[in-house]
């Protein structure tokens, strides 16, 4: 700058320069409290744990580019299927593990949820560097902020985070909840949702069939403004089973309107629409599976009959109970009911997406349904497709009694606020704020 064009600091402010001084005070006001608000991080739940046990959870992903099915499920370390089967996805199309699914649409990604130092934690899943990587780029875009870059780096111990080898296998600690595999006494599994800019709580529990006030105790939080960037415990009734512990699947759980592949592929169980009955039946095109007959009786795996008499209904069923040693147990009872059962109803099955609506960016979590494809209500079909992943169970259950809200990884207990001005980008009102003071020839 010329001294020419410096500004004169012993010049005398005109009333005329003092009043729009006034009137952007205001607006300073704003920046200094948005400044505060953009260094609060986004808060998660935090579930406090000590022991070694390994139950089922699942993480809300939106997909940053177009995938294949298989690259995401090698990205969360998942069965191909297993993640199919939790959005109820047809198995049977063909090919369908390299299928292209679209950038943005929503999916449920099953996760084990292990206790790691005294906190639940998905720690199954590693991500190899790519040239360009960094470890924001990483936890914001290709895992969508599951997880931070702070939490990256102290996974991996990673001293210099500006320094990342190509082809670097990183430790990806994904948030999960368990709470005993409960919700107000009910089977839940719970899912762990980034919350997006247009999301609302009362939003996000119609949209998952729960209410707000569940939501705010398992998360812990003292008022119901929440913040984009926030990773809500959301709990999915589920249907769990009642298999021994010495099953291979025990405390196999599925969220409503869902399915779940076990038995080594060879046995497929589903919940719902509307109840919380597991119904297990054969996956049809599975090969190499035991036999699946109920002893004593002509009835295969997931046939009922019933006869109708005076005193009511006499129905008898071949149930699934769990996979031992490569075997599968059959139960075969009988119980008189008041009436006679329906028809199984199955979850509705899509076709794998091939797009999303532009509609859906704006709600919270849209469904596979929602995001493309067209149900059936036949029913499904399975694959066999192999797979070395098995499913994990949860154990059985108490209610929660809510989670902790902790930033990053910490164990803060302060609950999850935000304001509308919290989420306008802070440089953006430092722009407008230098702009004004320039052209008020204060400087």
């Known amino acids: 700058m010329l001294p020419s064009q410096m500004p004169n600091l012993n010049k005398p402010i005109s009333f ?22 953009c260094i609060v991080t986004s808060k998660s739940t935090i579930e406090p744990c000590s022991n070694s046990d390994t139950c089922s959870a699942m993480v809300g992903y939106t997909l940053y580019t177009d995938l294949k099915v298989s690259e995401v499920a090698a ?161 999915l009734s589920a249907c769990a089973s009642n298999f021994p512990r010495y099953a291979s699947d025990y405390g196999l759980s599925v969220p409503n309107g869902s399915y779940a592949i076990t038995a080594s592929h060879c046995v497929q169980c589903s919940c719902g629409p509307g109840n919380r009955n597991l119904y297990c039946m054969p996956a049809s095109l599975a090969v190499s599976c035991s036999s699946m ?77 929602e995001a493309g494809g067209s149900p059936t209500a036949t029913t499904p079909k399975s694959s066999s497709v192999p797979s070395s992943i098995s499913s994990v169970g949860l154990p059985p259950a108490n209610a929660p009694s809510g989670g902790v809200s902790g930033s990053g990884s910490s164990s803060s207990s302060s609950s999850t606020s935000a304001t509308p001005l919290a989420r306008f980008p802070c440089a953006i009102f430092l722009g407008i704020f230098v702009d004004l003071m320039l052209s008020s020839s204060l400087l």
């Not at 009043?19 to 409290?33: N, V």
């Not at 931070?148 to 600690?173: F, W, Y």
């Not at 762990?192 to 939080?221: C, E, H, Q, W």
């Open 75 to 235: 990205l969360f370390q998942v069965d191909p299927i297993s993640l199919l089967t939790a959005n109820a996805i047809d198995i049977s199309y063909p090919d369908v593990e390299n299928h292209i699914l679209p950038s943005q649409l929503f999916l449920k990604i099953p996760v084990p949820c292990s206790c790691v130092d005294g906190i639940r934690k998905s720690a199954a899943t590693r991500y190899k560097t790519r040239p360009s990587d960094t470890l924001s780029t990483i936890a914001d875009s290709v895992f969508g902020g599951l997880v931070s870059a702070d939490q990256l780096r102290e996974a991996n111990s990673i001293s210099d985070p500006s320094v990342l080898d190509v082809g670097q296998t990183l430790v990806v600690p994904l948030p999960c909840t368990c709470f005993n595999g409960t919700d107000n006494f009910l089977p839940a599994i719970y899912m762990s949702y980034v919350v997006k800019p247009a999301d609302s709580l009362a939003g996000i529990a119609a949209r998952y069939f729960t209410t707000i006030t569940d939501l705010m105790t398992v998360n812990a939080l003292g008022e119901t403004a929440i913040k984009a960037g926030d990773i809500l415990a959301i709990p």
């Open 293 to 369: 007959q109920c002893r004593h009786s002509n009835l295969m795996l997931g046939n009922v009959t019933w006869q109708q008499s005076t005193a009511g209904c006499n129905v008898t069923s071949c149930s699934y109970s769990g996979y031992v040693n490569g075997t599968i147990i059959t139960t075969l009872s009988t119980s008189l009911q008041p009436r006679c059962p329906g028809p199984q109803q199955f979850p509705p099955l899509i076709v794998p997406p091939t797009s999303v609506s532009r509609d859906s960016f704006l709600t919270p979590a849209p469904a596979p349904s």
């Open 16 to 37: 005329s320069s003092l009043s729009r001084l006034l009137l952007l005070l205001p607006l300073l006001l704003l920046i200094i409290i948005n400044d505060l608000a």
